[in-house]
T-cell receptor, first 107, second 112 residues
Framework: DAKTTQPNSMESNEEEPVHLPCNHS???????IHWYRQLPSQGPEYVIH???SNVNNRMASLAIAEDRKSSTLILHRATLRDAAVYYC????????FGTGTRLQVFP | EAGVTQSPTHLIKTRGQQATLRCSPI?????VYWYQQALGLGLQFLLW???????NRGNFPPRFSGRQFPNYSSELNVNALELEDSALYLC???????????FGPGTRLTVT
């Protein structure tokens, strides 16, 4: 299974943009890049996914490198509610969760 | 639209017993996934069912099994429970292969 590498933790202040990086150098052509987050005491929540092109939705943006070996999840204006563990996952037919990035948001 | 539902919310069993966990996917979703989240071990993929068939399974022993019913709901069975099976068991459903998965609230299984 293709693996992803993320920083263990990141910090942000409220209302500031957050860029969460992910490296996936062994990605194959059919792997979709998915992002999920898990708030404390809750199940994971889908955030966004993409294959080759950058993607935007109401929650976030996903910037995918041209060679697809890395991607960045962008939260345009962090809120306290965005404090969570963010997982970058390569999805073919199942989600293999790594350790993710724990995002702390300060008021 | 109702989300993924799971029952029971909590389940307490003793070692050696069997546990049955249930999951109802979002209406229209045909794929159901099971994950285990044990304390300190993160989320581990368990099983994937689609159209009533087991499509893939994670690195778990055969005493973890399940099935998917014609209405796409699913059941996870854990036989010969061991203490280390204590975990949060999460079910997710998706509409398409490699599509986004929507998770239920989970079943907390405690084995004593």
């Amino acid at each position: 299974d293709a693996k992803t590498t993320q920083p263990n933790s990141m910090e942000s202040n409220e209302e500031e943009p957050v860029h969460l990086p992910c490296n996936h150098s062994t990605i194959s052509g059919t792997d979709y890049i998915h992002w999920y987050r898990q708030l404390p005491s809750q199940g994971p929540e889908y955030v966004i996914h993409g294959l080759t092109s950058n993607v935007n939705n109401r929650m976030a943006s996903l910037a995918i490198a041209e060679d697809r070996k890395s991607s960045t999840l962008i939260l345009h204006r962090a809120t306290l509610r965005d404090a969570a563990v963010y997982y970058c996952i390569l999805n073919t037919d199942k989600l293999i969760f790594g350790t993710g990035t724990r995002l702390q948001v300060f008021p | 639209e109702a989300g993924v539902t799971q029952s029971p919310t909590h389940l307490i069993k003793t070692r050696g017993q069997q546990a049955t966990l249930r999951c109802s996917p979002i209406s229209g979703h045909t794929s159901v996934y099971w994950y285990q989240q044990a304390l300190g071990l993160g989320l581990q993929f368990l099983l994937w069912y689609d159209e009533g068939e087991e499509r893939n399974r994670g690195n778990f022993p055969p005493r973890f099994s399940g099935r998917q019913f014609p209405n796409y709901s699913s059941e996870l069975n854990v036989n010969a429970l061991e203490l280390e099976d204590s975990a949060l068991y999460l079910c997710a459903s998706s509409l398409v292969l490699a599509g986004e998965q929507y998770f239920g609230p989970g079943t907390r299984l405690t084995v004593t």
